[in-house]
């Protein structure tokens, strides 16, 4: 599998098919961003659930979400910390073009995925939201790979909008089968939400 990537969203992107406009192209539902896709369209090979060991929370201000607070993790590992997310086994090409879409990057990134793998993290692309590429480990003989922000942003701190939100709560449903008391929890356990937007967003369901 030395072709191929495990790709792990904990974000919108849990949602699979919000995460195939970054594969085919496409605007997802309650975004303002239309994504370009990938030269190579192919759908992933396989995707899996996955728990991250480190702390999930929502900042900034993201316009593609109608200025909402989006995903980011902590990239300092806490094992106590419950994040779940959406795996998708896709090429190694592919990947690269996804962060550079989660980037806005208008020229190729360069990524040693090697370094990566040996440091458990490497920062390819600088002062950028989505730079900080982290190495979870490996399954079925490929690396498991996400991104997150070169530190923790505390000063940050944003809810996210109706949208975001719901996106992210359709993948949950999807991959982890969860309920909406076991929903409710999770997100309360997160910096930047609150509970009248949890259970808002999970009532229009």
Known sequence: MT??????SYG???SYDRFMCYIQGGKPEGATRIYHGCEDQTPPLDQKPIEIPHELYFAKNAKVWNGGGVCFINP???HKAE???NMYLI???QFIEVVQQENNAHKPTDINFERAK???SSVIKENSWYGNLLCLGEKDDAPIFTFTNEGYLSGEINQPNHHYLKTIIKGLLATHQ???SELEAY???KKGIDKGIITEVINQL
């Open 91 to 93: 090429k190694r090409q």
């Open 3 to 8: 072709d191929y990537i495990w790709y792990t």
């Open 12 to 14: 919108s992107n849990i």
């Open 178 to 180: 969860l309920s909406q």
């Open 187 to 189: 997100f309360l356990s």
């Open 83 to 85: 994040t779940l997310g």
């Open 76 to 78: 300092d590992k806490n």
């Open 118 to 120: 040996n440091q458990e």
